[in-house]
């Protein structure tokens, strides 16, 4: 049973979905059921008046009038750029984003191999000259900055390390140390990770943003996309507590594209970028602020 509070909120959030969808000029949506799953945004599964359904999101306080515009590029991008299955595009405002309704992926290795196959397609077939994107997009609540870089040593560094540290969250969690720390690993950055192409990622790839179709195929949701290191992808997932089922993904991706050994060592290195994220966004960080404080523990300068 929810508590109270809870319900409420929910409540709250199902009708605020159904206002919006009626103002986007979809008056024949019924009902809306709350949807669990993401963090930063609400979600439900709308019925419309003939049996059929969408999906819907929106922020209860949007943080960009172009938030949801980003994230139907991204994922019209991940599709026909590089090959992968997203929902289809129903409706895209300000404060709604509406897709067609995918399924829960199957708790079954063979679709994770298929996984596999979809991210090493991905990787493979977009490589690109530069690092970055034609815009900024979002990840959750935050803008992430793409501006163009030829470095992709300084673009991680700069976009997608350094930048949280002026987040509030992020500035209580870290102290001094911490904080040098990260600038330290980033100055090393070229020692600690190989020379890499840039390609097409995800840019939010945990386990949760793995859906399927209704013939099973994986299906991928609420990217951030940019061009940049494929370990950005691999990272979020292997970090993110990846079900059991998903045991065979790993190996068969490092086949598909010729991936080195020493991948799983910088790993942690590559996820403090969506460790400073979460800490930058939630009260309740799921133990991002320990884990980034262990990755930069070696890189504290000793006294």
Known sequence: MEHEDGGTA????????LRRLHAAGLTDVVAVEHAAGGQAAVAGLARRADGTSV???GFVESPSDDAF???AEGLDALR???GAATPRVVLVAADLLVLEPLRPRPADAAFWER???VLARLHTTTTHSRFGWHRDNWLGRRRQVNTWHDDGFEFFA???LLRWLDEPRVAAALDTGDRAALE???ARLPELLPVRPACLVHGDLWAGNVMATADGTPALIDPAVSYTWADVDL???WTTAPPPEADRFFPLYAELTGLDDGWRERMPILQLRQHLAVVAQFDDDWGAADALRATLAPFRRRA
Not at 10 to 17: I, P, V
């Open 10 to 17: 929910r409540s709250d959030a199902t009708a605020l979905l």
């Open 55 to 57: 999906f819907v999101k």
């Open 69 to 71: 515009a980003a994230e």
């Open 80 to 82: 026909t750029l590089g």
């Open 115 to 117: 996984c596999a196959h």
């Open 158 to 160: 700069q976009h997608r």
């Open 184 to 186: 330290h690993l980033c």
């Open 235 to 237: 990272a979020h997932v």
